[in-house]
Each structure stands twice: as structure tokens, then as C-alpha cells.
């Protein structure tokens, strides 16, 4: 999972980027900032968390202990205004565009190639991969396999 890409994650890769020197990207500073989160102990790995900002998720954890993460994160104490943005992420699934769910795979759509002959059947081509979204039931089509 990782932080929904809007302009709170923006503001935070452009912080990090200030602060250390280093190019990245919102998507990566997003996955590095949940994967610190859930190694440190602050913030379980559910799908429960889905679509809450990280201020609902972290629950009763104390500010000190979300204060020193950040800080080991950027190097630097973190500002109030930052602490703010960082407390408006949301949470989001990397699996359904809609809801962020966990998207299960239910067929192949495809065509059939007319290059058999009598011992050997047509080969079959897929043409898209079909999942289902486990939470929304939105159904999703992609060329290529997730």
C-alpha cells in the first residue's frame, strides 16, 4: 500500500528533496514513507486502513514517537505545517482505481488464431486480463497481466 499521490504526498517529496539532496518521485517517497511506518511499529499493514488519512490509522500513538520517525526520515525536526500536511495523507491500496481494493483475477478475454489443422488445435491468444475488485466489485481490464 502507499498514500494517495495528491498535493499533501507532493509537498512532503518536495521537502524530502530539499532537505536531502536527492531526486525521487511522490509514488516512491509514498511507498518508502508506508513501509517505514509499518516497520517501525506505528501503523499495521491492513486493508482496513484504506482510505483513512494517516492521523485516523495511526491511532493513540504518541506524537513524539510519529515526530521522531519523521525525523529520521528528512534529518531534520519537522515543522508544524509539514507535520500537519503529513497527518492529511491518505491511505491508499495499489490494487482497484476506484476504492484502492484488492483486485482478483477472473478470466482472459481473447480470440482464437485459425493456425490448427487436423492433428492440432487453434491457438488461443489473450488479449486482456480480467480482475474484479474483492471490496467494489468494479471490474477492471488489462493487456497485461498484474
Not at 32 to 56: H, S
Request: proline share 3%.
Amino acid at each position: 500500500m502507499t498514500f494517495k499521490n495528491d498535493e499533501n504526498l507532493q509537498l512532503l517529496t518536495m521537502a524530502a528533496i530539499a532537505v536531502n539532496g536527492k531526486e525521487t518521485d511522490a509514488e516512491k517517497h509514498g511507498r518508502e514513507l508506508y513501509d517505514g511506518l509499518v516497520d517501525a511499529g506505528l501503523m499495521e499493514d491492513t486493508m482496513d486502513n484504506v482510505g483513512l488519512t494517516i492521523k485516523k490509522a495511526l491511532g493513540n500513538q504518541h506524537v513524539k514517537d510519529v515526530c521522531n520517525f519523521l525525523c529520521s526520515i528528512y534529518g531534520i525536526p519537522i515543522p508544524s505545517g509539514l507535520f500537519d500536511v503529513f497527518c492529511k495523507l491518505e491511505i491508499v491500496s495499489e490494487g482497484c482505481p476506484e476504492c484502492g481494493g484488492k483486485l482478483e483475477f477472473c478470466e482472459t478475454e481473447g480470440h482464437e488464431l485459425n493456425d490448427g489443422d487436423y492433428w492440432t488445435p487453434n491457438s488461443w491468444v489473450v488479449d486482456f486480463y480480467v480482475y474484479r475488485c474483492a471490496y467494489c466489485g468494479e471490474t477492471i481490464k488489462t493487456e497485461k497481466e498484474l
